[in-house]
C-alpha cells in the first residue's frame, strides 16, 4: 500500500490568500455523503450532501479549510427528511441549494423536490418546492442565467416526466413545462443556457430495455425546437453537459457494463466524437451527480470513481489531455473546482476506515491545493491516460411530449444549526497496511502528560476537535508530552502520517 506524507504550505493566489490542506469529515453520530461543493473566490467553502438518516446539511469552511458551522434543513411538521445535492452560485454573496424533502405524513408519503437561495451565513432567503401530486421528485440541476433568472430541471421517479420551470430572483414562477415520453425511464438531468435565451437540457429513456441518451433545445419560453437520441451498445445515459466554445461534452453513465464515456456534440445536436476513459472499478456507489467542471471556453475537469477510487481527467475541446494531467485518488471524486487560487476537491472516503482507526462509517474530505502536483502530495498521484476515441454512438431525432404545468411559488425552511462534527488534518485513504506504524499513547484521558510508545525525535502536532493546530514540537527521549496547560476536551496526536484521538481531563 502507498505511503502518503501529508504536507502544509502556503501559497499567495491573484484573489485571497489562502494555503493548502485536506481535512477529513465525520459523525460520531451519522455517516455523511457529500454531494456537491462552491469554492468561493474568498476562499470559503461550502458542502452539501446528506446523512444516513436523511438529513440534509450545509456546512462552511473558511479559507484554510477549517469547519466554521454545520446546519441541517429545519424538519417540520410535513417533512422530516430532507436531501440536499446540489449547489450553485447566484451571486457574490448568495448561491441556491437543490435537493428534495420527504412529505411523510401525506398518505402515501412522499419526495417533493426543492430548491432554496441560501445567504453566506446560511440563512434560507426563499424556497421554491415542485410538487407532481404524491410523486417521488428531485431537483435535478439549476442553471443560472446573465439576467438573473434561474431555470431548474425537477424529474420524477418512474414517472417518466420531467419540469422545466423558469424562476426569478425573488423565486417566481415565469413559466412551468412538463415534458413525457410513453416510455419507461425518462427524465431530464441537466441543462444550461445555450446563447442567454434558448436553453440545452439532456437525459435519458428506456423503450423496451434498452437505454438511450436525450439531448433537446428549447427556446425561452420552453418550448422544444429541437430533439434527438443517442444510441449505442453501452446504453447512454446523459447525467451532465457544459459549453465549451464551438461545442457541447455531455458525460454519459452507461447502463450495460458501467462504460464510461464523454459526447461532444455541436450546436445542432450533429455528433462531433465519443471519447472512453480508463476508469476504476464499476461498483459505483454514491457516484458524482455533476462529473464535469467548466474551466475556460477550451477545458474543462471529467472524473468518475466508485468505492474503491476515482480517475480524474483536465481535458481540452479538442479530447486531448491538458498538460497531461490526470489523476488517481483513493477515494470517491464528488466535485473538483479549479479557478485562480488552485484547485479544490470534494471526495467521499472508502468504506473501509481512515489509516489506523477503525472508523466504518461514512465520511468525506476536501482538499484545496495552488496546483496538480501540490494536491499529489496530498493523496493523489499521476495517471496521464489518454482517452481513446470511439465513433459508436447513433443519433436521431425523437419526439417529446410537451405540456404546462401549474406553476410553484416561493415558501420558507430554515436551517437548524449544528456543530457535531470532527475535523481531521490527513489524507484520506485505505485503512492502514501492515507497513504503517501504529501510534499508541498513553494514558488516555490524560492529565498531566501524554506517553508515545516510539518516533523519539520526530515532529508531532496537536489539534483540536475541528482541526485547530494547538501546539506542536519534537517528542523528547522521554517520550512524555507535556498536557497540564492544554484546556480539558478531545485532541488529535500526529506523528507523520499516523493519528490517534486522545481526551485531556484535569
Known sequence: ???????????????????DYVFRNYSVLNELFAKDSYHHVNGEVFVVGKTTQNQGFLSKYDAAGHLTSVQYVQASALSSFNQLSIIE?????????GGRKLMDLSAPPYWESLVTLVDHNGNMLWTNTTNYGAVDSEIKDIFVLSNGNIAIVTSTDNQNQSIIEMLDPSGNSLWSNLFSMPVAGFEFNDLLSADNQNLIVCGSFQDQGISAGIVAKLDSNGTILWSKKYEDPYQPNFIQLISLANSF???NRG??????????IDSTGALIEQLNLPSPMSNFEEDALKPLFKVDSANYWYWIGGAFGSNAYSLNENGNLTNNESFFHWGNIQNIEQ?????????NGPMYGIKNQTILQKHFSISHADSISGLFNFCSYSNAENPIIENSIIQSNI?????SHAPSSPTFIGFDLIFEWIQEPFCVEFLGGIEEQTLSISPNPCNEYLQIIGFENQSYQLFDLIGNKISSGTVPFSNRISTSELNPGSYFLTIGNCTSQFMIVH
Open 399 to 403: 419526439l417529446i411530449d410537451e405540456s
Open 249 to 251: 461534452v455531455i458525460a
Open 255 to 264: 447502463n450495460a457494463g458501467n462504460q464510461i464515456d464523454l459526447v461532444q
Open 89 to 97: 452560485k447566484y451571486s457574490d454573496t448568495t448561491f441556491l441549494i
Open 1 to 19: 500500500m502507498r505511503k502518503i506524507i501529508l504536507g502544509f504550505f502556503c501559497f499567495i493566489s491573484l484573489s485571497v490568500s489562502a494555503q
Open 339 to 347: 479557478d485562480t487560487s488552485g484547485i479544490t476537491m470534494l471526495s
